[in-house]
């Protein structure tokens, strides 16, 4: 059964920094690209960061400079640096995997808050 769960969120203040994980179980781990996505309320869910490797790396406009994605393939988990957060990076954090061949998506896990605030 493949399984997704995001952990880290936390209330930030502004300017302050934040990683969040992502495990994954059930999936070959190695075969599949990463992606974060976060949903503010009222907002749809938008493309935060995406990884398969060190050298296939894409960051939304709005996070390049401030987040970094990386992966770990011996923990099967996919992190998030975020850095120098601001009050409009308040959302809830969700991961999602793609087999790079036969592009096979996982469900959603329960996705992990992050709220900057003062």
């Known amino acids: 059964q493949v399984q997704l769960v995001e952990s880290g969120g936390d209330l930030v203040q502004p300017g302050g920094s934040l990683r969040i994980s992502c495990a994954a179980s059930g999936i070959t781990f190695s075969n599949y690209a990463m992606a974060w996505y976060r949903q503010a309320p009222g907002k749809q869910r938008e493309l935060v960061a995406g990884?398969?490797?060190?050298?296939?790396?894409n960051y939304a406009d709005s996070v390049k400079g401030r987040f970094t994605i990386s992966r770990d393939n011996a923990k099967n988990t996919v992190y998030l640096q975020m850095n120098s957060l601001k009050p409009e990076d308040t959302a809830v954090y969700y991961c999602?995997?793609?087999?790079?061949?036969?592009?096979?998506?996982?469900?959603w896990g329960q996705g992990t808050q992050v709220t900057v605030s003062s």
């Open positions: 999602r995997a793609r087999h790079t061949i036969t592009a096979h998506v996982t469900s």
């Open positions: 990884i398969f490797n060190s050298s296939s790396i």
